[in-house]
T-cell receptor, first 116, second 114 residues
């Protein structure tokens, strides 16, 4: 079974530039998460989708971050303009929707963003 | 709002020994799921073990087991016969079945001493 795919693996940009990350979840997973993980800290939920609808984006800095999930499958996360404090690993995860037999989320390998 | 607390930023254990990582959480829900994830330097989050809150029996996966104390809202991970490959960040996570939200603790970095 193919896992969660993310690209790119690494990205270096200058502050005020824009960047986009892509995620392809596991087939059949209705729930998709984007997390921001700053070095040495735990993942912080940025946005959660169920199919193509947003469930929670309360911690997404909406003045600079945006995300979409077209057709309830792939998702993109965009930052525009980037700030130095956006340097982090961006993790995408997916899971079945409210399935008591399949409760865990599966993670991609993440994108390490460095803003200089 | 639910919260997850890991009070041990770092721990070390001798190879082949046993170590316990602590986690507490706060929720008003009665039904939920708890997880321990491992994150090696490769960044890939890997599920170690899961526990359903309605189950009284503690989950076990080979050398990994949990001590789930629902009333105390405590969920510790015990690693027996520690191996060099166990060195990683370990994250405790809580999932609310109502909205599928998953919240993580800040993590514990585990060092294995040869």
């Amino acid at each position: 079974e193919a896992g969660v795919a993310q690209s790119p693996r690494y990205k270096i940009i200058e502050k005020r530039q824009s960047v986009a990350f892509w995620c392809n979840p596991i087939s059949g997973h209705a729930t998709l998460y984007w997390y921001q993980q700053i070095l040495g800290q735990g993942p912080k939920l940025l946005i959660q989708f169920q199919n193509n609808g947003v469930v929670d984006d309360s911690q997404l800095p909406k003045d600079r971050f945006s995300a979409e999930r077209l057709k309830g499958v792939d998702s993109t996360l965009k930052i525009q303009p980037a700030k130095l404090e956006d340097s982090a690993v961006y993790l995408c995860a997916s899971s079945f929707l409210q399935d008591p037999m399949n409760t865990e989320a599966f993670f991609g390998q993440g994108t390490r963003l460095t803003v200089v | 709002a639910q919260t997850v607390t890991q009070s041990q930023p770092e721990m070390s254990v001798q190879e082949a020994e046993t170590v316990t990582l602590s986690c507490t959480y706060d929720t008003s829900e009665s039904d939920y799921y708890l997880f321990w994830y491992k994150q090696p330097p490769s960044r890939q989050m890997i599920l170690v073990i899961r526990q359903e809150a309605y189950k009284q029996q503690n989950a076990t996966e080979n050398r990994f087991s949990v001590n789930f104390q629902k009333a105390a809202k405590s969920f510790s991970l015990k690693i027996s016969d520690s191996q060099l490959g166990d060195a990683a960040m370990y994250f405790c996570a809580y999932r609310n079945p109502g909205d599928d939200k998953i919240i993580f603790g800040k993590g514990t970095r585990l060092h294995i001493l040869p």
